[in-house]
């Protein structure tokens, strides 16, 4: 198992990862500890540095709100509310939801355009 984890460790820092989750490790009936799943995540700054790894990102079953918006740089995550946030920092963002659910809305979304109103013109 500690071989294991070395090469996850390994694996973890070459490819700019910001989780490594594997559930369940397993023993074959010759004693070798294999994994039988593994969820990665990378780190999106790290995309000029790992192409390889982001093409391989299949968008087929994702929120086409969201493709969008991480196309045009923006940091989008979509809710069941109806009320939108267009919001200049993750932290004012989420005071923001949380003012609203306090008076009983229902935040339409998440969108931090923090930092990139250039981004944000081109998108609108």
Do not use: H
Not at 24 to 51: H, Y
Not at 80 to 88: E, F, K, Q, S
């Amino acid at each position: 198992a500690a071989d294991q984890i070395l090469k996850l460790y390994k694996l973890f820092l070459k490819y700019d990862c910001t989780q490594i989750e594997i559930n369940p490790f397993g023993e074959t009936p010759d004693k070798r500890v294999i994994n039988f799943d593994a969820k990665l995540s990378f780190d999106d700054n790290a995309k000029f540095r790992q192409k390889p790894v982001f093409d391989m990102e299949d968008t087929a079953e994702s929120d086409p709100r969201e493709v969008e918006a991480t196309n045009a740089g923006l940091n989008y995550i979509g809710l069941n509310g109806n009320i939108g946030c267009l919001v200049n920092g993750a932290g004012l963002a989420m005071a923001t939801m949380d003012i609203i659910k306090l008076y009983g809305g229902q935040p339409a979304n998440f969108l931090d355009v923090g930092g990139k109103f250039k981004k944000m013109r081109e998108s609108i």
